[in-house]
């Protein structure tokens, strides 16, 4: 029998699954010690009602197509929150071939890194199994969820809120499930906000150090009108929401322009 959750927050990689889940670990009062399995970790939440825990479970699935071949509903229990976590997925793209460059498995370019990634698999040319861009392809996977959630409400997280204020998303998950802080509020606000400003200098550090590549807008805006646009209005519509904030007023100038990283 599978467990059945009170809370349950879906991420695809790097959309910040991991962030959320520190956010709550070492915010929230918890009734013991995390279960952290292969993409998926489980907290047991103290609740505002002294009676009783809840069991919050965070999911990240290297795609959100993988939903339409896992069973949601299975997770939730009758009153069960949903939350789906979204990151603009041009950054989302941006941050996994990144990630494999520092790792030395990616040595293309990113832009032809993209390329080879979003061609037929008979061509057989570029990285294998980097899921550049079908990864933040997200209608389908939603789509999917909005299927199995019917008797759920599903809220939207979004990764670029979560990193401009990470108090007020842990502040609306606390509330809306019920739970207690391990401090008090002015002194949680405080100390995320140390951590933004140290993050922020750890960052410049790093750029300095390492000077690793940057996605330059006329890139962003080449793979944005060239493989999400459609999807990311498809979202739109079946979330009734706006992502204004993903979204370029122009294209890329001309394909001279994209840059080599």
């Not at 505002?48 to 825990?53: I, Q």
């Not at 759920?152 to 842990?170: C, N, S, W």
Request: glycine letters at 4%.
């Amino acid at each position: 029998m599978k467990s059945k959750f009170d809370c349950l927050i879906i991420a695809s990689q790097y959309s910040g699954a991991r962030e959320v889940f520190d956010l709550l670990k070492e915010n929230l009062i918890t009734d013991t010690a995390p279960t952290i399995l292969q993409n998926k970790a489980i907290l047991k939440c103290k609740s505002a009602e002294e009676t009783k825990n809840l069991k919050v479970g965070i999911f990240e699935f290297e795609s959100l197509e993988e939903l339409g071949q896992t069973d949601i509903s299975e997770c939730l229990l009758p009153q069960a929150s949903v939350y789906l976590m979204l990151r603009n997925p041009v950054w989302r793209s941006f941050a996994a071939y990144r990630k494999n460059r520092e790792e030395g498995t990616e040595r293309s370019s990113f832009i032809e890194a993209v390329k080879w990634d979003s061609s037929p698999p008979e061509v057989g040319l570029g990285p294998q199994n980097t899921s550049y861009i079908i990864a933040g392809k997200y209608s389908e996977g939603i789509r999917s969820l909005l299927q199995q959630t019917q008797e759920h409400r599903l809220q939207i997280l979004e990764f670029e809120e979560l990193r401009r204020a990470p108090f007020d998303i842990l502040l609306e998950l606390k509330e809306s499930l019920g739970l207690q802080f391990k401090h008090s509020p002015e002194e949680i606000s405080l100390n995320l906000s140390k951590q933004k400003v140290a993050g922020r200098r750890l960052g410049i550090f790093r750029a300095l150090r390492q000077n690793p590549a940057e996605l330059d807008e006329e890139t962003a805006k080449y793979v944005y009108y060239t493989y999400f646009k459609r999807d990311i209005e498809e979202v739109e519509e079946l979330l009734s929401t706006s992502f204004t904030s993903w979204k370029f007023a122009g294209k890329a100038l001309d394909g001279s322009y994209i840059a080599n990283l």
